[in-house]
Nanobody
């Protein structure tokens, strides 16, 4: 299974950016898909997840600013990020699980830098 993330970059505070992550390599359906982020010296933290039937979870720090969605046909999960803040600066990782295998997978990470 491979997760290919894209869309990171440098943006000014208050700006917007959209991350995408395409999953491939599984003959079974992906279950929960989502995004986590990590800054140097800190643990990876949840940003947002979405289940196969559309149940969504957000961290408190991004509620109202970020929107997670998925395209089932393309096994792709998106993260629309608005009203970005410098504290959103991190490496963002996509994540997906395959319930039939009891396994979860990570993408390679994409850097988001928000300048003040």
């Amino acid at each position: 299974v491979q997760l290919q993330a894209s869309g990171g970059g440098l943006v000014q505070a208050g700006g917007s950016l959209r991350l995408s992550c395409a999953a491939s390599g599984s003959i079974f359906s992906f279950g929960v898909m989502g995004w986590y982020r990590q800054t140097p010296g800190n643990q990876r933290e949840l940003v947002a997840t979405i289940t196969r039937d559309g149940k969504i979870t957000y961290s408190e720090s991004v509620k109202g600013r970020f929107t997670v969605s998925r395209d089932h046909a393309k096994n792709t999960v998106f993260l629309q990020m608005n009203s970005l803040k410098p504290e959103d600066t991190a490496v963002y990782y996509c994540n997906a699980d395959v319930p039939a295998w009891g396994s979860q997978y990570w993408g390679q990470g994409t850097q988001l830098t928000v300048s003040s």
